[in-house]
């Protein structure tokens, strides 16, 4: 069986590193290791991790250097294990986490990392009311999943993955792609990179307990997390340039990408992103310009009119098939749906009761309140 160790980055969580040990203690399948790399906390975090007096626990302290250096030293610290599963000291595994993600892992050599679904929950551990704004968000984010969409297309528009405690993958693909100076999208350009080389999963089973609190990393004003964004989008792009050429799959996964990426509910904005690309643009000379567009002529789709799905269409065929074109006949069945059941809901009001009473009182306005649901 493989060997899996749990990674924990701690900084100042002694309200929540007690449960977040105890959740892996719980597990269905016991783990080998519990790497805690302490990143420089003032309270007594440290203290209490030490209280478990857990033989696999190794404790790592280190000046506060932010989350994704303490995430790169745990995953090198955790030597000879197989499988790595990260875990923020403010977070909770479900009690069969390890036991899923493992079982997928082995069981599909293609992938490297797993994620899964996630509950939210507060500062006492009781699950996030859906009136919350946060819970809103983190529904409609996840609704994506329910598109046909690719993967790589789901993650443009939103980071429903949503966090680095949801990532469960291979040591040696953690080693390869060591996590980013970002403070708060260390775990989005991860998810990227991984979903545009075809090498992440996503279970639908809901295996880990996100924290929602005041001291969240994420809680704070959009323009950092916008800059971040932005600055994350440009890596991107950098670090996949030399691989471009040599794959075409890639190429493909990288436009798709950026195609549902314009209508991010996350953090990046797109048309600031185009505004950016435009300023670093005019710093480039024409001739290194022609150059650039002559490399990218070499790829096949370069040789290729787009109108060619609309020269191959079956005869009656009228209807171009882009996804604008299904999300509109979408839309359109729904908005039909929609109309139908208002209708028996008027209907339903005008036999009811109080209606009737209404219309007996001569109250006018008794068939206009028939209409009320929208």
Known sequence: MKQVAVVIPLYNHA???????????????????????????????????????????????????GAHAALNRGIEK?????????????????????????AFLDETPSIDVVATRLRLIDSNGSEIAFSDPRAKWFASAWSVRRSQLELVEQLGIANFIS???????????????P?????????????????????????????????????????VEPQKLVRELLELNVDL?????????????????????????????SSFRADVFVSLIAYALGECSRDQMQVHLDAVMEFPEASEFPNKALINLEPGETQLRTRLAEKYSRL????????????????????????????????KSARKIGRAPS
Request: proline letters at 3%; aromatic letters at 10%; hydrophobic letters at 40%.
């Open 332 to 363: 359109q069945r729904e908005l039909t749906q929609t109309k139908a059941e208002l209708s028996t809901l008027r209907r339903a009001w005008r036999e009811s009761t109080w209606s009737r009473l209404g219309r007996k009182l001569g109250i």
């Open 15 to 65: 309200a929540y590193i007690g449960d977040a040990v105890r959740s892996v203690l719980g597990q269905t399948r016991a783990v080998d290791k519990i790497v805690i790399v302490d990143d420089g906390s003032t309270d007594d975090s440290m203290e209490i991790v030490r209280a478990f007096g857990e033989p696999r626990i190794e404790l790592y302290t280190q000046p506060n250097a």
């Open 163 to 177: 966090s680095t405690s949801n990532l469960t993958g291979r040591r040696a693909y953690f080693l390869d792609h």
């Open 179 to 219: 996590f980013r100076h970002y403070r708060y999208a260390h775990d989005y350009f991860f998810v990227l990179d991984c979903a545009l080389h075809n090498r992440l999963a996503v279970l639908d089973d809901e295996l880990f307990s996100y924290r929602v609190h005041s001291k969240n990393t994420i809680s």
């Open 237 to 265: 792009l950098a670090v996949l340039a030399p691989e471009l050429t040599g794959s075409p799959n890639l190429r493909r996964a990288l436009g798709a990408y950026h195609r549902a990426a314009w209508g991010n509910v």
């Open 78 to 102: 955790a030597v000879g294990c197989d499988y790595v599963a990260i875990l923020n000291s403010d977070d909770v595994f479900a009690p069969e986490r390890i036991s899923k993600c493992a």
